[in-house]
């Protein structure tokens, strides 16, 4: 190292005094070019990459939270009183239905009653009794059944063990449908005789629903009165004939 120095010192002293200024001048210059070159360039690619990375990066989050904006907004989440009156509406339509269901062991032959009532009512006339075809109100079928849980492993699956409940229960599900059976009267008479009849239908047993009511005068005080009547029943045949 020492006999490369003494030569490097040999050089120098063997140049002119010029050449040994550009030497001296230029030698600053070359390790500033070669630290340019070998060190501060490769940083400063590096920093223009990391600068349009975060451009990229500042890009996206203004386009994710464009869309973010655009989405509708979430509803809010009910409050406990709306809850509570949700329920309470529920409990409303259960009861009604269970109310439906009771009257649908309450079988009103009303076709005999109805006749039983006119015969027997002096001054009324039964000028027409048109009886409907059965309609399906309700069906068990129509309600969508429940997606069943997976069963977990070593267990049997759930509709395994539900299986034989369900086929012993198929003739009891087909009993619980409901059908209405509509009716259509018209009868004749004096006037204060036919709301006296009005007045005993609505006095008839079990569950006798009033669709319609038209009274007709055509020379007080004879009038007509035409019904439409219906009753709820689990039979899919009519109870009138």
């Given at each position: 190292?020492q ?6 010192l ?10 040994r200024?550009?030497?001296l ?15 501060f360039?490769?940083?400063g690619?590096?920093a ?13 989050l203004?386009a994710l939270?464009?869309?973010l904006?655009?989405?509708p907004?979430?509803?809010p989440?009910p409050?406990a009183d709306?809850l509570?009156r949700q329920?309470?509406?529920l409990?409303?339509q259960?009861?009604?239905a269970?109310?439906i269901?009771?009257?649908?062991e309450q079988?009103v032959?009303?076709g005999?009653v109805?006749?039983a009532?006119?015969s027997?009512?002096p001054g009324l ?11 399906l109100?309700?069906?068990p079928?129509?309600?969508?059944p429940?997606?069943a849980a997976?069963a977990?492993?070593g267990?049997?699956a ?8 369900a086929?012993a229960?198929?003739p ?5 449908a409901?059908y ?8 004749k ?5 036919l709301?006296?009849?009005?007045q005993t239908?609505?006095?008839v047993p ?8 038209q009274i007709?005068?055509a020379?007080?005080p004879?009038a007509s ?7 709820l ?5 009519t109870p009138?004939?």
């Amino acid at each position: 190292m020492q006999t490369k120095l003494l030569q490097i010192l040999n050089r120098l002293e063997a140049l002119s005094l010029r050449e040994r200024v550009m030497v001296l001048l230029g030698a600053p210059l070359l390790l500033v070019v070669a630290g340019e070159m070998l060190v501060f360039g490769p940083i400063g690619k590096e920093a223009a990459e990391a600068r349009k990375q975060a451009d990229r990066q500042q890009d996206e989050l203004k386009a994710l939270g464009a869309v973010l904006a655009a989405q509708p907004a979430a509803a809010p989440l009910p409050g406990a009183d709306q809850l509570l009156r949700q329920r309470n509406e529920l409990q409303s339509q259960i009861d009604a239905a269970r109310a439906i269901t009771a009257s649908l062991e309450q079988s009103v032959d009303w076709g005999t009653v109805v006749r039983a009532t006119v015969s027997g009512t002096p001054g009324l006339t039964l000028t027409q009794l048109k009886t409907m075809p059965a309609e399906l109100v309700f069906s068990p079928s129509m309600v969508k059944p429940a997606t069943a849980a997976p069963a977990r492993p070593g267990k049997p699956a759930a509709g395994a063990e539900a299986k034989a409940p369900a086929n012993a229960a198929g003739p009891a599900a087909a009993s619980e449908a409901i059908y209405r059976h509509r009716a259509e009267l018209t009868v004749k008479g004096n006037f204060g005789t036919l709301q006296g009849y009005l007045q005993t239908l609505q006095r008839v047993p079990g569950d006798l629903r009033w669709e319609r009511l038209q009274i007709s005068v055509a020379a007080y005080p004879q009038a007509s009165v035409q019904l439409t009547l219906h009753t709820l029943s689990n039979r899919a045949e009519t109870p009138f004939n």
